[in-house]
């Protein structure tokens, strides 16, 4: 890791008043979770068309064994890992005011963050797509495939957003508003490639934040949009860039 960077970060981090990370899924890889793209990526696996939403209506059945095999089986014994918790000691020391995340595993909050803006939704929540009834994971009957709702019988989808489906409305204004009101932006583990997401630190550049990001690879930001670029794994740089702010 460049030494000199760190500190250039460090010293930008302690001046801002208003300090925000925009995450992704490279911020969960150390929990376990892979990320979508790349080499050891889901999308190598599976077909990304079970999670587009037409999809999902026409065959919820084929739909929801693959949801159920990449998101419950799987994700769901995920556990937070040290940049999770750095972005939490963050907060507690007063240097962090949210987190805008495209993530979908809830780790940010089971690490101890208080205001987590989710992009994308998250999969602890279900929805039922006729009586928008919310239910937790484990609150319903979850077999046969597909879910359906004990209230009407209808068909239930976890309530994160699908391909071809919009971002909710009031996470998407309070990006936007974090974004515009941000000093610094940390922005962690993501290609920037899902729109309109990797607009967001864009929006946050071109209203005068700092870009501190911190990913082993660089991104579609990296170049035009990155002030500061730390090159590493998440967990690493963020727990080396904890020890010059303590200092
Ligand atoms: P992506 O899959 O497009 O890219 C992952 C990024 O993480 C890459 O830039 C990669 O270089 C980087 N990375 C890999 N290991 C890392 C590490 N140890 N530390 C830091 N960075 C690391 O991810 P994306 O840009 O977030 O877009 C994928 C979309 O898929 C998101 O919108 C998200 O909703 C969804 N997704 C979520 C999860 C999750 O909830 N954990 C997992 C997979 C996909
Ligand atoms: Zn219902």
Known sequence: MNS??????????????????????GISVESGIPPFRGEKGLWNKYDPKSLE?????????????VIMEIFYDFFGKAKPN???????????????KSVITQNIDNL??????TDVIEFHGNSKQLVCTVCR????????????LPVLCPACDSLVKPDFIFFGEGIP??????????AEKSEVMLVIGTTAEVMPAGQI???????????????????????????????????EVLDELLNLLEA
């Open 201 to 235: 630190p864009v929006l946050a550049k071109s209203t005068g934040a700092t870009i501190i990001e911190i990913n082993p690879e660089p991104s579609m930001l990296t170049r035009f949009t990155t002030d500061i670029f730390l090159k590493g794994k998440a967990s």
């Open 133 to 144: 009834k919310l239910y937790k994971v484990g609150e319903i009957k979850m077999e046969p």
């Open 4 to 25: 000199e960077l760190l500190a250039k970060a460090a010293i930008k981090l302690n001046r801002s008043k208003y300090t925000t990370a925009f995450t992704g899924a």
């Open 169 to 178: 409305p009031l996470a998407y204004e309070r990006s936007v508003e974090a």
């Open 82 to 96: 040290r940049a999770h918790e750095v972005l939490a000691i963050l907060e507690q020391k007063n240097l962090l």
């Open 53 to 65: 939403i037409d999809y999902f209506y026409e065959h919820p059945k084929e739909s929801w064994e």
């Open 108 to 113: 940010h909050q089971e690490a101890g963050n």
